[in-house]
């Protein structure tokens, strides 16, 4: 993939029930099921893509490997111009690889790294010659934001400004919790920092663009998934839902009203 060093370029789900797991977000978010592109690659099962109204590829969804912890959990991927070079200077960082650099044939190399704070991430660079379009904001069903949630913000702020170059963009604050930090990368916002709330387990959220946002809490809803928080305003106007599918991964929406 084309896609500068340290852009956001994949979504994926890992999950005890992927077919039911497809309707779900099919329903919610609007996405197309792409099917298996290529085959099935050795270890992943039958590894499914979704698609935007658009018709690009925003997520892929895959059964929990035996052996992998149970709880389905959203992961995010990060382009990278090398993955071995990104893994190692991650470890020099106080990092950690949970899964080294490994190339899947057609789909390009990975390696799945945690940051100092314990937070897990892919690091990767993708085979095909053309950019991912995975987060594209304002695109419907495309990545529109990416949260972390974390034990310590001011380190992670610059772990991952050295590791990709992010940069903080402002920050709103948010009395005790200290601040909400943007993150901008190329020339674009792409996310935030924050300490995780008391009880939350640290990690990254990830949110998909819909339409209207209480037609979006309707739909999840009805398709069984739950409504951690929100409908809520942020700045610029649009709505954020915080919420988990039928089987407990975490997710969340942005949408507008009127």
């Known amino acids: 993939m084309t896609n500068p060093h340290g852009t956001p370029i994949w979504?994926?789900?890992i999950t005890g029930d992927p077919d039911a797991a497809g309707a779900f977000y099919q329903k919610v978010i609007g996405w197309q099921d792409g099917g298996c592109p290529g085959g099935?690659?050795?270890g992943m099962g039958d590894y499914h893509v979704w698609l935007a109204p658009d018709g690009q590829g925003v997520a892929g969804m895959m059964k929990t490997p035996e052996g992998a912890p149970p709880e389905p959990r959203w992961f995010g991927?990060?382009?990278v111009d090398d993955v071995d070079a990104a893994a190692e200077k991650i470890v020099a960082a106080g990092g950690a690889i949970h899964m080294p650099p490994t190339t899947l044939e057609g789909v390009?190399?990975?390696a799945m790294v945690a940051d100092p704070q314990g937070?897990?991430?892919y690091?990767?660079?993708?085979a095909s010659p053309e950019a991912s379009t995975s987060f594209k904001r304002m695109a419907p069903g495309h990545g529109e934001w990416n949260e972390l949630q974390t034990s310590d913000d001011q380190a992670a702020l610059a772990f991952y400004g050295d590791q990709f170059g992010w940069t903080k963009d402002g920050a709103m604050p948010m009395g005790e919790m200290g601040e909400y930090s943007f993150l901008s990368h190329d020339g674009g916002m792409i996310g935030a920092v924050m300490k995780a709330p008391p009880g939350e387990t640290p990690g990254w959220g990830y949110f998909f663009r819909v339409g209207d946002i209480d037609e979006a809490k309707q739909r999840i809803d009805e398709a069984g998934g739950s409504i951690t928080h929100g409908p809520m305003e942020v700045p610029g106007g649009d709505f954020v839902i915080y919420a988990t599918d039928p089987h407990g991964?975490?997710?969340g929406v942005v949408g507008s009203r009127g």
């Open 77 to 79: 991927y990060i382009g």
């Open 249 to 251: 991964a975490k997710f």
């Open 11 to 13: 979504y994926e789900l």
């Open 123 to 126: 690091v990767m660079k993708g």
């Open 119 to 121: 937070v897990t991430f």
């Open 40 to 42: 099935t690659a050795e």
């Open 108 to 110: 390009g190399r990975m």
